[in-house]
Nanobody
Framework: QVQLVESGGGLVQAGDSLTLSCAAS????????VGWFRQAPGKEREFVAA????????YYADSVKGRFTISRDNAKRTVWLQMNSLKPEDTAVYYC???????????????WGQGTQATVSS
């Protein structure tokens, strides 16, 4: 079973940047796609970005395209989400999760981290 630990959240102002990290416990992580999702209070969890096992293919929600970048280093068993030009509407708990393939479909993801809070003030 893969254990995922997110970190890097915090309180920032609009326009600032944050980099979230997702660290995995098992080597099988390197064969998995990884997705980032977020959940704001009172809202459903939504797709943010995904990356395939090799890091070659990436996918983004329209709301973050051009501002967020997902990347990974399999030797470090870590995936990052670089978030630039943050907006108050980006405020949410951010989760990473693993899947067999990189997809926007939340149901495809099996292992999840505990989440990290990112708050953007206006």
């Amino acid at each position: 079973q893969v254990q995922l630990v997110e970190s890097g959240g915090g309180l920032v102002q609009a326009g600032d940047s944050l980099t979230l990290s997702c660290a995995a416990s098992e080597r099988t992580f390197t064969a998995s796609a990884v997705g980032w999702f977020r959940q704001a209070p009172g809202k459903e969890r939504e797709f943010v970005a995904a990356i395939n096992w090799s890091g070659i293919n990436t996918y983004y929600a329209d709301s973050v395209k051009g501002r967020f970048t997902i990347s990974r280093d399999n030797a470090k068993r870590t995936v990052w989400l670089q978030m630039n030009s943050l907006k108050p509407e980006d405020t949410a708990v951010y989760y990473c999760a693993t899947s067999r393939i990189a997809t926007m479909n939340i149901r495809a993801y099996n292992y999840w981290g505990q989440g990290t809070q990112a708050t953007v003030s206006s």
